[in-house]
């Protein structure tokens, strides 16, 4: 069963804000965008990482995340203006291989690669 449905799929197709918590070490949370998504044909979510050093250091530790994301354009429940979604997963990083290559191409600043494995995505608006 997919845990990242059609309309989690739309949502990202639109510009917004991605907040990724953290909690490892110290609890931190960094933001990126919609656009900056890449969804696997496995439902992992591949993120260009740039900075995101304290969100490393605390994968490193402890990881487990959840992310935060949602588009004003896409209709929600009953029809409403706007959704989001709350995805709770676990997260890695690599720096090397096919799809390092794959995401350096289409973001030419990343250093490095957070990937999410997706365990929930549920829809709040």
Do not use: C
Request: glycine share 8%; net charge negative.
């Amino acid at each position: 069963m997919s845990k990242l449905n059609d309309k989690f799929l739309e949502v990202i197709k639109h510009e917004g804000v991605v907040s990724i918590m953290s909690w490892g070490i110290e609890p931190h949370l960094v933001n990126t965008w919609n656009s900056y998504l890449v969804v696997t044909e496995d439902e992992r979510i591949l993120i260009p990482a740039y900075g995101f050093r304290k969100t490393e250091k605390n994968v490193d530790v402890n990881n487990k995340v959840k992310i935060s994301l949602g588009s004003k354009e896409v209709l929600g429940f009953k029809d409403y203006q706007g959704t989001g979604f709350i995805i709770d997963g676990t997260a890695r990083y690599f720096e090397s291989g096919e799809e390092y290559d794959m995401m350096k191409i289409k973001f030419s600043f990343l250093t490095r690669v957070l990937e999410i494995n997706v365990d929930n995505a549920m829809q709040m608006l």
